[in-house]
């Protein structure tokens, strides 16, 4: 899913950020920490956004809807049975597939081919029966699950920083190296990637294109579940506990270029140190949610400009 | 002939409201009249095959700065509420020469980050907007007179409607659909594009600024979660939709029909009844793309065995 010479250019920025980071690391090193973890999360939940708009052409704004019903889904079944949320990743990212695979068939298979106003609309319809779904079940009263490990901390030159959230970069990069992998190596990955460059042409040669956009639906899906597991011990559960990793996702893949899997990890990265850094300036805390739509803006502009669309 | 005076009946009807009607029927039709205008607007933008999601960011910048006004400059209300749509025209005409480049997912998703934009940026100038708890205006527009608050809430609608239909009928018009159809084509045949994406963008604008700013002065209130608030996006959205789209009559009838029942489902159904709305939209979408009221006339006309010429809504 890579043109050719972007290789090049993926060290260049991967150089880049590894500069940056180590001189954020001399001024403020909790910024880098955070940052680091933070921008993973956003890059892991971007991913199973981008592979839908890139495989299927469908912009998904119901993503972080989904992610929401993930969150929910852990919530409900440590509640219930005691599951701790680490222990429910599997289950909760099967039943996420499930529910994915079923918002699939029932409507957004059906304007596959009407074009983007009405999957624009059909997803903005779907995010708020989601949400407003999980708002009549639990109410919009927020919840919160306590496990031991979640405040873990460590020293490491002097600083003192959380190491849970490490978790995402470990889970961003099993995921995108299960991806790459899935993509080159797997018959049905290699089916998917030429979904990906030519629907028409991968429904001559034979590939089930019906069954590849099925599968990286209820792929994606599942691994924004598989997520959300793993969000539960360090975030309040609330019905728009989601919503905004859809922005934050669509960023990410402007940011990168649509199709460009390991650009998102890079996007992620910068988008999570930037926040930290405006979080770590005094005063500068309210700002934070600005960056990420102001870095989106600023995205999708330039590359109006540049005349790519 | 039919038609005009059961136009003509509606319009009475509504103006004369306040005579008869109590000030919760009152309220509800003031609501429905808010919505039903930027409905009207959503529409008009859509007209050009842009899908516009900053509906909120507009109404609420309006409503910001009219209530602004009010409060630290002490511009008559009214005025202010005129002020409000300029200031909102203004700012979409700059945004316009960026944002109107931008086609399909990009142009939504855009609008969508510009209203979040505007309502941080307003949260964060705690000294100027109140920043998270808002701002109380010291007085109500008309001193909070139910009716007279109706009326002119009524004749922003008609003037709304009074515009749409000169768009429909204008060299605009035909402009903006060759636009929508195929703005190669369009380009080609002379249109300037952009001028009309501009003109558009600018007048639906000012018209939700316009509103935002009524809605701000009537209530006496504006507060960053409430005035840039997603259902003044997705209810004039679904009201389009349940209509029918790229059409006068349908946001129109959408408002009426769904104004009344969130009403009751209000009353039904406390939390999450904007469930229905969501379900509107995606039962809308997939069965009914042209809307209700297209829906409906082809029932009839089916029935009344009279071939009815459909235009593919939404097919594009």
């Not at chain 1, 940056?20 to 403020?28: S, V």
């Not at chain 2, 005129?82 to 931008?102: I, K, N, Q, S, Y």
């Not at chain 2, 000169?166 to 659909?177: E, Q």
Request: hydrophobic share 55%; glycine share 10%; charged share 10%.
């Amino acid at each position: 899913m890579q043109a050719a010479g972007s290789a090049k250019r993926l060290y260049i920025y991967t150089a880049a950020l590894i500069v940056t980071a180590i001189i954020i690391w001399f001024w403020e090193p909790t910024a880098l920490v955070y940052g680091i973890q933070r921008g993973s999360l956003y890059a892991v939940v971007a991913l199973p956004l981008a592979l839908i708009l890139g495989i299927l052409g469908v912009l998904n704004l119901a993503h972080g809807e989904f992610l929401t019903v993930g969150l929910y889904a852990t919530y409900t079944l440590f509640r219930n049975y005691g599951w701790d949320p680490m222990a429910s990743a599997v289950p909760v990212s099967i039943i996420l597939a499930v529910v994915g695979i079923g918002v699939y068939l029932l409507t957004v298979r059906q304007v596959l081919k009407a074009g983007h106003l009405s999957q624009l609309l059909i997803t903005f319809g779907i995010a708020l029966v989601l949400s407003e779904l999980l708002k009549s079940i639990y109410t919009t009263q927020p919840r919160a699950v306590f496990t031991t490990y979640s405040y873990a901390f460590t020293r490491f030159a002097g600083v003192r920083f959380g190491i849970y959230e490490f978790v995402y970069l470990a889970i961003a990069l099993g995921v995108l190296f299960g991806l790459q992998l899935f993509l080159k190596k797997t018959r049905l990955g290699q089916a998917t990637f030429a979904v990906g460059q030519n629907p028409t042409g991968a429904a001559i040669v034979g590939i089930n294109v019906r069954f590849v956009y099925l599968f990286v639906f209820g792929l994606s899906i599942a691994i924004v579940g598989l997520v959300s597991a793993f969000m539960v011990p360090r975030v309040s559960v609330f019905p728009g506990a989601g919503t905004p990793f859809t922005m934050k996702s669509f960023a990410l893949t402007a940011m990168a270029g649509l199709g460009n899997l390991n650009g998102i990890l890079l996007a992620g990265l910068a988008l999570g140190i930037l926040e930290a850094i405006v979080n770590a300036i005094p005063g500068g805390a309210g700002w934070s949610d600005v960056v990420v739509f102001g870095v989106l803006i600023l995205v999708i502009l330039s590359r109006a400009f540049r005349g790519a669309r | 002939m039919g038609k005009k005076a059961m136009i003509i009946v509606c319009i009475l009807v509504a103006a004369s409201l306040p005579l008869y009607a109590g000030p919760y029927f009152l309220s509800v039709f003031n609501t429905i009249f808010v919505y039903m205008s930027l409905s009207l607007t959503w529409d008009m933008m859509l007209r050009t095959g842009q899908l516009s999601y900053g509906t909120a960011g507009l109404f609420g910048l309006g409503a910001y700065s009219s209530a602004l006004l009010v409060a630290k400059a002490g511009v008559h209300p009214l005025l202010s509420i005129v002020l409000g749509g300029l200031f909102a025209g203004v700012v979409a005409f700059l945004l316009g020469f960026a944002v109107l480049r931008l086609r399909k997912i990009y142009f939504s998703i855009t609008t969508l980050a510009l209203t979040s934009v505007f309502a941080v940026v307003i949260r964060n100038l705690p000294r100027l907007t109140g920043g998270a708890s808002g701002m109380v205006l010291p007085s109500a527009l008309f001193s909070g007179d139910a009716a007279k608050n109706y009326w002119m809430v009524f004749a922003l609608a008609l003037g709304v409607i009074g515009i749409s239909l000169w768009l429909s009928r204008s060299k605009t018009h035909y402009a903006i659909n060759a636009i929508r159809n195929d703005e190669i084509a369009a380009r080609s045949s002379g249109v300037d594009v952009f001028k009309y994406l501009l003109f558009m963008f600018v007048l639906t604008s000012s018209i939700q600024g316009v509103i935002g700013a009524f809605y701000a002065q009537q209530y006496a209130f504006v507060q960053p979660e409430a005035t840039f608030s997603m259902n003044f996006l997705l209810l004039p959205l679904a009201m389009a939709l349940v209509g029918g789209v790229y059409s006068t009559s349908g946001p129109v009838v959408g408002a009426v029909v769904l104004g009344v029942v969130s009403e009751y489902l209000k009353l039904i159904m406390p939390y999450g009844h904007l469930v229905v709305y969501g379900l509107i939209i995606v039962l809308v979408v997939l069965f009914m793309p042209r809307g209700l009221t297209r829906f409906v006339a082809r029932q009839l006309a089916r029935r009344g065995r009279v071939g009815g010429a459909d235009r593919a809504a939404l097919g594009n």
